[in-house]
T-cell receptor
Framework: AQRVTQPEKLLSVFKGAPVELKCNYS??????LFWYVQYSRQRLQLLLR??SRESIKGFTADLNKGETSFHLKKPFAQEEDSAMYYC???????????FGTGTRLQVFP | DGGITQSPKYLFRKEGQNVTLSCEQN?????MYWYRQDPGQGLRLIYY???????QKGDIAEGYSVSREKKESFPLTVTSAQKNPTAFYLC???????????????FGAGTRLSVL
């Protein structure tokens, strides 16, 4: 069965520190991977997707097929980045997504 | 205000009672989804529907039922058979097919269900 793993439940950093939220998946092929974010008292929303290869709010994510990873990175964390982050690859070639268990990022001033 | 609307925001269920959570979207999306969110477990798929009058079970469908009589609406019923219904329920929708919108899901604000 396809799986996605986010090994860290909680990641705490100080403002200005680099951040890396890990995501590993089990899938053979070229998955379209997503990162979703849920800020406090807001809806779960798309942060970025692999296919776009863009930086959103300073975050980037590189697909490493060899390591089957799609880690989310930001060189300098900001307090407003504090949120719950979910990695979500699609299930096979369907429109369904499988969500990781999430990583809570806390950025302290 | 466009998007996905879930109601109510909070819901309480008595033992043996069925309750229905509402989900409406005006995004003209074909696909709709119901997830259950529990602390430390991420989002788990309950049911999904790609077209009116058709839906499929997700990973944790037992104790739940859905209907899709209209494209805009995908209500979820939590039946008395669901022994541990206390959770946060999220509804989502997406546009099917190829292109940049593929697989992007848009979420409602959620319904928090508690058992009395």
């Amino acid at each position: 069965a396809q799986r996605v793993t986010q090994p860290e439940k909680l990641l705490s950093v100080f403002k200005g520190a680099p951040v890396e939220l890990k995501c590993n998946y089990s899938y053979s092929g070229s998955p379209e991977l997503f990162w979703y974010v849920q800020y406090s008292r807001q809806r779960l929303q798309l942060l970025l997707r692999h296919i776009s290869r863009e930086s959103i709010k300073g975050f980037t994510a590189d697909l490493n097929k060899g390591e089957t990873s799609f880690h989310l990175k930001k060189p300098f964390a900001q307090e407003e980045d504090s949120a719950m982050y979910y990695c979500a690859p699609p299930i096979g070639n369907t429109d369904k997504l499988i969500f990781g268990t999430g990583t809570r990022l806390q950025v302290f001033p | 205000d466009g998007g996905i609307t879930q109601s109510p925001k909070y819901l309480f269920r008595k033992e043996g009672q069925n309750v229905t959570l509402s989900c409406e979207q005006n995004l003209n999306h074909d696909a709709m989804y119901w997830y259950r969110q529990d602390p430390g477990q991420g989002l788990r798929l309950i049911y999904y529907s790609q077209i009116v009058n058709d839906f499929q079970k997700g990973d944790i469908a037992e104790g739940y039922s859905v209907s899709r009589e209209k494209k805009e609406s995908f209500p979820l019923t939590v039946t008395s058979a669901q022994k541990n219904p206390t959770a946060f329920y999220l509804c989502a929708s997406s546009s099917l097919g190829a292109g940049v919108a593929k697989n992007i899901q848009y979420f409602g604000a959620g319904t928090r269900l508690s058992v009395l």
